[in-house]
């Protein structure tokens, strides 16, 4: 791919020496879904695809900037000066946000470059191609520059980028996964204290499979509120006579014995998934500790069944996708994965029988749906990187 990427500058600037080639990866999150902002529990890797970029240096202020998945808009120019989120500027405006924050902390970046990009993750699915291209930005900047960003730090500014430059209003779980990821290890995070450890996931027997519904997320941002107003409330009503600050301090039990405090019965159930998700967080990561696959798929597939009836944010996209796979004997287990309502599942498969499962929940899927899912067959992989 470095070769590729280097041929791909010298098309699109002319032949050029120096160049240096970075990757950033993809994520996905195994388990511990809508907990980020309920508790904190997370639990995601990186992928072995993500977002490729070559960049040069210039001895002025121009930046340019070129995306072959964005081939039609051509090269995109900027002064390093001028750092608006601009609607022309399109796909741009993701690293150009990390180039404004870096500045707006600090860093001296007071000349421009020259940047090709390519990536093999589907855009808007929730493998979050976004904080993927951010982070390739944050650290091709701080290599070329020599900053040395403390990584979290970098992690933080890029979601700072994308909270701030782009409007996005998500949490830290994407940009720590990519930017800290570690090669067949997940990281499981608080993301209130950003407190993390490393889990390493032996995958020899088994493989991560993750499916794209190909449904577009079109409620996802309005039901996320909604999720996140619900949770608030019901975090309120139980503070009323519990001394806690988020829904995942609570053990299951407690939870139980609380819950009547709840005064809807919709807001127990959000609760609830929120309460049971952590735990089954730090469950799953015991299963791996203790090398249980199977114990770890169990709980995936619990998670579905929680986002699906407590929270309602599947659909019958990703509750078809997760089904198929779970008649399937190659599955190890398997759940919607991201923000829900479409995007993907993720599903722990049998190496030896993954094709065949690709094969039939695809044929299923087709013949339920009515349109095709895509697969990929994803490894875990380190983080960003120069190669
Ligand atoms: P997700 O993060 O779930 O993939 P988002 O809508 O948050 O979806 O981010 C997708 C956007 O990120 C794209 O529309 C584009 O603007 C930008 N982006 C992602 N990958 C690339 C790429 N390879 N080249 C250019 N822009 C990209
Ligand atoms: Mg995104």
Redesign the pocket.
């Known amino acids: 791919m470095k070769e590729k990427m280097i041929q791909m500058f010298t098309k699109v600037y002319g032949n050029n020496n120096d160049i240096r080639v970075f990757f950033s990866p993809g994520r996905v999150n195994l388990i511990g879904e809508h907990t980020d902002y309920n508790g904190g529990n997370v639990f995601p890797c990186a992928l072995s695809f993500g977002?490729y970029g070559a960049i040069k240096l210039r001895d002025d202020k121009l930046v340019r900037m070129y995306?072959k998945?964005?081939d039609d808009l051509g090269v995109i120019n900027f002064n390093i000066d001028n750092l608006k989120n601009e609607e022309k500027h399109?796909?741009a405006n993701?690293p150009k946000g990390v180039i404004d924050i870096l500045r707006k902390h600090g860093y001296d970046i007071n000349f421009g470059f020259d940047m090709v990009?390519?990536?093999n993750?589907p855009?808007?699915?929730?493998?979050?191609?976004?904080?993927?291209?951010e982070l390739l930005m944050g650290v091709m900047i701080d290599e070329l520059f020599n900053f040395n960003i403390d990584r979290v730090d970098l992690v933080k500014l890029a979601q700072e980028a994308e909270n701030k430059f782009i409007g996005?209003n998500c949490g830290i779980m994407d940009q720590f996964a990519i930017g800290m990821g570690r090669k067949n290890s997940a990281i499981l995070l608080d993301c209130n204290t950003l407190n993390y450890i490393y889990t390493p996931i032996d995958l020899t027997k088994e493989v991560i499979i993750i499916a794209n519904t190909n449904k577009r997320r079109g409620l996802a941002d309005s039901k996320y509120n909604e999720r996140r107003n619900e949770c608030e409330t019901a975090l309120k009503e139980l503070k009323t006579k519990l001394d806690i600050t988020s829904l995942g301090e609570l053990s299951e039990d407690e939870f139980e014995n609380n819950k009547y405090l709840i005064k809807d019965d919709t807001r127990v159930k959000r609760a609830r998934h929120a309460v049971y998700e952590n735990q089954r967080t730090l469950k799953a990561v015991k299963a791996l500790q203790n090398k249980d696959i199977y114990k770890f798929g169990k709980l995936m597939n619990d998670s579905h069944i929680s986002l699906k009836n407590d929270y309602e944010v599947t659909g019958i996209e990703l509750d078809t996708l997760v089904e198929l796979a779970l008649k399937h004997e190659a599955t190890i287990g398997s759940r919607m994965t991201g923000a829900g309502f479409g995007g993907c599942t993720v599903s722990i498969v049998k190496r030896e029988l993954s094709e065949d499962f690709i094969k039939k929940v695809g044929k299923g899927y087709k013949e339920l749906i009515g349109y095709d899912a895509d697969f990929y067959t994803a490894n875990i992989g380190n983080g960003t990187r120069e190669l």
Do not use: E
Request: charged share 5%; glycine share 14%.
């Open positions: 977002t995306s998945n964005f399109d796909w993701y990009v390519f990536g993750i855009n808007g699915s929730g493998l979050s191609s976004s904080a993927s291209i996005v």
